[in-house]
Structure formats: structure tokens, C-alpha cells
């Protein structure tokens, strides 16, 4: 029998979130993300505490739609909202405030919003692996990855089987990508590299044609 407070939760968090997108080149519908993690949580984990469940469905209601607190407690009760509440930034704190807040909470709330902030960790280091933000550098990925393992070992011992999940995804941090253009160069040999360099004269040339002498005027002044 399927509990109505998970269909409740599923469809307030779509209402809330209609017409947001995540940050990847697709603008992928950001309700795909809460459903990650009740996906993360209930199908690859088997974890069934509906309340969980329900948290995870609305855990980004209160950050990031005009949802407030007293809504959650009537339409979900305490229970539900004490774990949303417990997986909310303080939006009051600036952006790096912020990110070390998590680091320092995380040991400190209860077992059930460790499951969805573990959660919400996979969802999000699965996103940056398999469709990032669209402007973000190698660096900043690395960055993310190495802020969100902070934030999961300080609340390590709730769950084995979703901690090893996390490691399994943080396994997949991105590496620095290879500076091409020298490793490029040292592989061609110098007919190679005299042909490329004049590709590159007649491409720049073409494009200053097409541009036109009033295109270039314009774009000194
Ligand atoms: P965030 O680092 O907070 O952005 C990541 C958040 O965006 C995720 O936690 C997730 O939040 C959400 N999100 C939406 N779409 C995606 C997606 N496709 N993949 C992964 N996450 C997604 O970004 P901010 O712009 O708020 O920057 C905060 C921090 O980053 C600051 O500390 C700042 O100093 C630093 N920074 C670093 C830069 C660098 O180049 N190194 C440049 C600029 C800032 P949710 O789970 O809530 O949906
Ligand atoms: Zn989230």
C-alpha cells in the first residue's frame, strides 16, 4: 500500500519547483532532483521511513522556493519539517559562511536528515560528473567534490551501505585536464605544426573579413 504523505510530498515539491531548472546545459526540470534522492534513498538503498522519504522529496522547498516553514508543518507535520529545516541553509550567512556551516552542522542533526543530506550529496556529485553546471571549470568541480566529502565525514556511521555509495561517486572526482596545447605541439612533428599555424593565419584572416572594416572599427573604439 502505497503511503499518500510520499505522493503529497512528490507533487507539493513539483508545484514548488514548476519553474526552476537545475544549472546543466539540458536546464534539466529541477524536480528530477528531489526525485534523485528519493530514488537514491528508497529504490538503491531500501530505506522505507516514509519521513525520510518525504524530507527528501521537499528538502530544497524552503532554500529555494517561497515555501515557508508553517506551510511544511501543515500540509507535513513536525516530523517532516524538522528534517527540511535541518537540510536548509541559512540564507541570512554569505555563500562561503555558508558552506562551511554545513561542515560544522553536519554531525549535529538528526540521523534521518544525515540520510537526506547523503542523499542529496549523490544526487549532486552524480550531477557534476554526468552533466555539470555549464560554466564550471575542472577546479571548481574538484572543489565541490572535496567540500561535499567534508561535509559527509562529519556525519559518518548513520548508514554503511549509502556511505559506500557516496564513496563510490566521490571516486569519480574529476582530474585536471590535460593542458593539450604543449602535448599537442611536442607530438607534431614541424611540417605538421607549420601547416597548423598556417590553418590558423587563414582562419583568423577569414574571420576579420567576415567581420568587415566597420565590425573591427566598432570593436576598437
Ligand atoms: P554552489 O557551489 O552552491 O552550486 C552548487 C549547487 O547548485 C549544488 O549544491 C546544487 O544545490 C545546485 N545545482 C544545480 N544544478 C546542479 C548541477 N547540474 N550539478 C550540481 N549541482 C547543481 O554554487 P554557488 O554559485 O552558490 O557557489 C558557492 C561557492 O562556490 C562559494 O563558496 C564560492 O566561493 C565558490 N565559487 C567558486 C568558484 C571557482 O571557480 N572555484 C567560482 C565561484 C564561486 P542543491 O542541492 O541545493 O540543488
Ligand atoms: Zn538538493
Known sequence: MIDGRVIKAAYFAA????????KDTEKTPYINH???????LAVECGIDDVEVICGAL?????????????????SFG????????????????DKVERKEAQVSHAPHISD????????????NLRDISASPPFDW?????????DWAARVIDGLRGVHPELEALFDQVYSNRPSAEPHSEPESKAAMTPEQLKAKQAEFRRMALKGIREMGPETLANKRS
Open 15 to 22: 508545484e514548488k519547483h514548476k519553474t526552476q531548472r537545475r
Open 34 to 40: 528531489p526525485l534523485a534522492l528519493a530514488n537514491v
Open 58 to 74: 521537499l528538502h530544497d522547498t524552503i532554500e529555494d522556493t517561497k515555501t515557508t516553514e508553517d506551510e511544511l508543518l501543515e
Open 78 to 93: 513536525e516530523q517532516i519539517t524538522r528534517i527540511v529545516l535541518e537540510v536548509t541553509d541559512d540564507k541570512t550567512l
Open 112 to 123: 534521518q536528515a544525515k540520510l537526506v543530506k547523503l542523499a542529496d550529496k549523490i544526487s
Open 137 to 145: 571549470s575542472v577546479e571548481r568541480k574538484q572543489e565541490y567534490f
